[in-house]
């Protein structure tokens, strides 16, 4: 009876004014005083400067070309892994899941930071093997090539949860009736699964083009040390020779990379659109596939894939970490854990990196909690043009470039704001604003899907016996969805707490993230505190990922991304 | 009810964890982070009552970070402890510096610090050239860098990312016989120029590249540890930077910024940067372990005052060489 629970008579009326005022001032004011700045810089003439600026091109191009081959490696492993984990009964489902999915869940100037570590002359760990390349020999990933590569392996998960998602609904009888007829499970598979997971695989691609396009950290580490820079970090540099100009010219850049990142989702737009992908029949589509004794094949080639995106990489960044010196091989004679020393007891920039990056995250977790309650409430019930709009607006600051997001945020906050006359730039709370803008969507997608199981019903009777709206709300609303409450706190702590893009323009003394600081030491010639600080990190991620794990019982389906 | 009261008592916590600048002051610092811990640390272990919070970046990005603050209306630093003069010199002229006469300038020498009091020089980083130990050519002459030998082997610091760096080039510059004509001849020769001295150290180091142009004290300390590296003051000379300490005048702590400009050249903080490896402006000082004796490290003298006059031009000219980095 949506008619009848619409009307919301007894819902309090700052309610909904107070969604659309937070949803102003988190996404609306910030990109329009963007987009001002860069037509102030067009009007003024200065962009003509901008646009003759050849590193302008040669950033954009970059940026192009690196995200194009990052896409294209993150479909290839993405797929495969969706197409074997879904369809086909290969062993240890659940375990390869959750590792596969892991890469997207570390920060990237750590994957950055552990690729390096394991490859190229440097290497520790190529060292140790005594299987390093010469003197002079460059290393590979300090090119377009190795930023593609690591684009692909960050994104690959990405590609994989959205193909998964179709697979899931994947018509049973469909195949079936195919068997029967007698089909190959090669013609089963091109010419009834592939077709029908085409959605998924475009929206993947579109996912993973548009992360590419926003990422920071990969091209800082592997990018800057052979002069490649992408628009990301060419705003990165530009604010690093800081003039009376760049304010301007990083509005022009900012815009330049929010136009590719929305011409990317309207391509994947334009190819879903005019086909219809609606299909009858049982959904649930586990196994439809036997490997049989492809599965000799199939399971180890997974194993080999995780084997170099994960642990090698990791035990790269170990033996970074224990190296005493560069250059120094490491065995068990030269192994030392100054590095870990150095940074847990005695640098004060750890602590303060954990501090700020553990509030931070803890702040936009529990504070944009809050929020999506009442907003997911809001939008659930109204379900009307202004409330699609008030979504649609949510998602726009996740969907841009963190570091758009970064640079419309200290053009709002550069100046102090005016009446109240404090500063917010150059302070923690420009930080954790923008980290509200940017995943006030993460945070609302499974509180919504909590709220769409809700039955209405249930909180109509508490309205009739007289209950008020915070007495329904805490009573009836809140502890039917905090099995998805407490999966959106832990998703959003996990990405803020990696975070390194957004604060990378916004820190400043003792506001550095994590993020920040592994950039900086590494930037600074201290690879192997920056490598030991980066252990820690990935230890904390999965910390927390298999704390997410073990939430996922009580839980609606989708919202632990890795589960099925 | 009690999730979200726990909620937001949570909440209300890690907001309140927040540093809202506890610190009393805060430096900035183009030391790398070790070197900048233990300043720090020795300076509160002299000044228990003061807390320092420091940033540390290559000097142009803290100057940049600095200018950007400054022009939102809220600059946090109070100290500045960076590369090179030449950058000071900038901030005097344009007024953002405290003028403060230290009683420990009497232990310098007049051309380290400033008549006027508004900065001080704290060591002498010199900047030559390390080799890995498994290059085939041991290099002696800047020169030698342009050799076939070192074909695509070469490495150095860009100018916009570090202040010792873009010195560095401009001394080259003036010297007869090297000039921006040697830079031209290095980048024909494949030489690259990108991040500051920390990613020189590492690249050669680790035999990603054979030749680097780079500070003294990191090879030297690295060798120290063990890592396969040789550092050399090429016959030519080497050129100089002298880690200048600064107050800002828009510092809310002056006092405090006072004690530590003091601390630094005080004989107890120069023995600080004698045993992080850095030779000490201080007279009277000794040279940290594997430096030559002093007299024997021949300085390219630079005229700070054109140097300033250039920079703009410089820095263009250097990009124009090695492209937009």
């Not at chain 1, 909904?16 to 609306?28: A, D, E, G, Q």
């Not at chain 1, 009964?89 to 920060?107: E, T």
């Not at chain 2, 809220?74 to 006469?101: C, F, H, S, W």
């Not at chain 2, 828009?250 to 004989?267: H, I, Q």
């Amino acid at each position: 009876m949506p008619g009848y629970v619409r009307s919301g008579n007894s819902q309090p009326a700052w309610l909904f004014p107070f969604i659309v005022i937070t949803v102003f001032v988190l996404s609306v004011l910030p990109l329009a005083r963007l987009a001002m700045a860069g037509i102030a810089a067009f009007a003024s003439g200065g962009v003509i400067d901008v646009f003759a600026d050849p590193a302008l091109w040669q950033a954009t191009y970059y940026t192009l070309v690196t995200s194009v081959l990052g896409t294209i490696v993150s479909l290839l492993i993405g797929c495969l892994f969706a197409f074997l984990l879904t369809l086909t009964d290969i062993p240890a489902k659940g375990v390869l899941s959750f590792f596969f999915v892991l890469p997207m869940m570390i920060p990237p100037q750590v994957t950055a930071l552990a690729w390096v570590q394991m490859s190229g002359p440097s290497s520790p760990l190529l060292k140790a093997l005594a299987i390093a390349p010469p003197l002079g020999a460059p290393q590979p990933l300090y090119s377009v090539g190795g930023i593609a590569l690591l684009y692909g392996v960050q994104h690959a998960p990405l590609v994989y949860l959205a193909l998964r998602a179709g697979l899931m609904t994947l018509p049973r009888d469909g195949v079936e009736a195919a068997r029967l007829s007698g089909a190959s499970s090669l013609r089963v598979f091109r010419d009834i699964i592939l077709p029908l997971s085409l959605p998924g695989i475009i929206a993947g691609a579109a996912i993973s083009f548009v992360s590419c396009t926003g990422n920071f950290g990969i091209p800082a580490i592997l990018g800057i040390p052979a002069s490649i820079f992408t628009l990301p970090t060419l705003i990165f540099t530009k604010f690093s020779a800081f003039t009376s100009r760049t304010f301007g010219d990083v509005a022009v850049l900012s815009a330049i990379i929010a136009l590719i990142s929305v011409a990317g989702l309207m391509i994947q737009d334009r190819a879903l659109r005019g086909r219809d992908y609606r299909v009858i029949g049982l959904s649930g589509a586990s196994a439809a596939f036997e490997l049989g004794p492809w599965r000799f094949l199939a399971a180890p080639l997974l194993w080999a894939i995780l084997f170099f995106m994960l642990a090698a990489p990791f035990f790269a960044l170990v033996a970074g970490a224990l190296v005493p010196a560069y250059g120094v091989p490491l065995t068990f004679k030269t192994m030392s854990l100054h590095a870990f020393e150095e940074i847990l007891f005695r640098q004060a920039v750890t602590r303060t990196a954990f501090i700020n990056s553990l509030s931070l995250a803890g702040g936009a977790a529990l504070g944009l909690l809050l929020l999506t309650v009442l907003a997911a409430y809001e939008l659930t019930r109204r379900r009307d043009t202004v409330s699609r709009i008030v979504a649609s607006l949510i998602e726009i600051p996740y969907s841009l470039p963190g570091i758009v997001v970064a640079v419309a945020f200290i053009l709002v906050f550069a100046a102090p704001i005016p009446v109240l006359n404090v500063s917010l730039y150059g302070t923690i709370w420009i930080i954790l604003i923008a980290y509200f803008s940017s995943f006030f969507a993460v945070s609302l997608k499974p509180v919504v899907s909590a709220f769409h199981q809700l039955d209405p019903a249930l909180e109509e009777a508490a309205r009739l016996s007289g209950a008020g709206f915070f007495r329904r709300l805490f009573d009836i609303v809140v502890p039917l969805i905090a099995p998805a409450a407490g999966a959106s706190v832990i998703l959003v702590f996990l990405i803020a707490c990696n975070e390194l893009t957004i604060s990378a323009l916004l820190w400043s003394a003792g506001t550095q993230t994590l993020g920040v600081a592994i950039y900086n030491l590494d930037d600074s010639g201290s690879s192997d505190l920056a490598s030991a600080l980066s252990v820690l990190i990935v230890l904390m991620v999965i910390a927390m990922m298999l704390l997410l794990e073990l939430l996922a019982k009580r839980l609606p389906k989708g919202v632990v991304p890795w589960r099925s | 009810m009690k999730t979200i009261v726990s909620a937001a008592a949570l909440l209300a916590a890690s907001l309140l964890a927040v540093p809202a600048f506890a610190a009393n002051l805060v430096l900035y610092t183009s030391q790398p982070n070790e070197d900048a811990q233990a300043t720090v640390d020795g300076f509160m272990a002299a000044n228990p009552d003061i807390k320092v919070d420091w940033v540390r970046d290559g000097t142009p990005k803290i100057i940049a970070k600095l200018q950007a603050e400054i022009q939102a209306g809220n600059p946090v630093a109070d100290l500045l402890l960076i590369a090179d003069m030449v950058t000071l010199e900038r901030l005097k002229e344009e007024r953002k510096l405290l003028a403060y006469k230290s009683p420990e300038a009497a232990q310098y020498d007049a051309r380290l610090y400033d008549a006027d009091g508004y900065y001080y020089s704290t060591k002498l980083i010199t900047t030559g050239i390390m080799y890995n130990t498994s290059a085939a050519m041991k290099p002696t002459s800047w020169k030698d860098l342009t050799k076939p030998e070192a074909k695509g082997l070469v490495t150095m610091p860009s100018p916009l990312a570090s202040g010792a760096a873009l010195i560095h080039a401009q001394t080259l510059a003036a010297v007869p016989g090297l000039g921006w004509d040697y830079y031209k001849a290095l980048a024909e020769n494949g030489a690259i120029a990108a991040g500051g001295n920390g990613a020189v150290l590492k690249s050669v180091a680790l035999g990603e590249k054979a030749y680097g142009m780079v500070v003294d004290y990191l090879p030297i300390r690295e060798k120290a540890k063990g890592a396969p590296v040789e550092f050399v003051f090429p016959s030519e000379g080497v050129s100089a930077v002298t880690e200048p300490v600064g107050i800002l005048a828009s510092s809310k702590n002056a006092e405090a910024a006072k004690k530590f400009v003091d601390y630094v050249l005080s004989e107890k903080g120069q023995e600080g940067f004698l045993k992080l490896g850095y030779i000490p402006a201080r007279n009277g000082m000794k040279l940290p372990e594997g430096f030559p004796a002093r007299d024997t490290i021949k300085v390219l003298p630079i005229k700070a005052a054109e140097a300033l006059k250039n920079t703009d031009q410089d820095l263009k000219t250097f990009s124009g060489i090695y492209g937009s980095n």
